[in-house]
């Protein structure tokens, strides 16, 4: 099983906007999981800082989507040993954490 440092899962109504928003994910090293609007970091492919990553994201989203359009950013927390102890999930569109 592959594991992912960061998942994007959005919603989003605007089709042009939705395009631009997977382009962006992808410029960032992001990979669609299946055919599904879902993005995601491979673990061994992390090499940004996650916390500027979402700040950048929220940014982005918020400034280009609709406030009907949802976007989800969920980070997995590790241990030294790449061992899942938790999820964190943010809604990027306001400050629910």
């Known amino acids: 099983m592959k594991k992912y440092k960061v ?3 959005y ?3 605007d089709d042009k906007q939705k395009k631009a ?3 962006e994910l992808e410029k960032y090293g992001l990979e669609r999981l299946g055919m ?3 993005f995601a970091l491979p673990l061994e492919e992390y090499r940004t800082k996650v916390q500027a990553f979402k700040a950048y994201l929220r940014a982005y989203v918020r400034k280009h989507l609709d406030s009907q359009d949802t976007v989800l ?3 997995s ?3 030294e040993e790449r061992t899942l102890t938790a999820m ?3 809604n990027l569109m306001s400050e629910e954490e």
Request: aromatic share 10%.
């Open 11 to 13: 919603i989003i109504f």
């Open 88 to 90: 964190l999930q943010t």
């Open 36 to 38: 599904q609007s879902i």
């Open 73 to 75: 950013f969920v980070e």
């Open 21 to 23: 928003l997977e382009s």
């Open 77 to 79: 927390r590790m241990n």
């Open 7 to 9: 998942i994007i899962i």
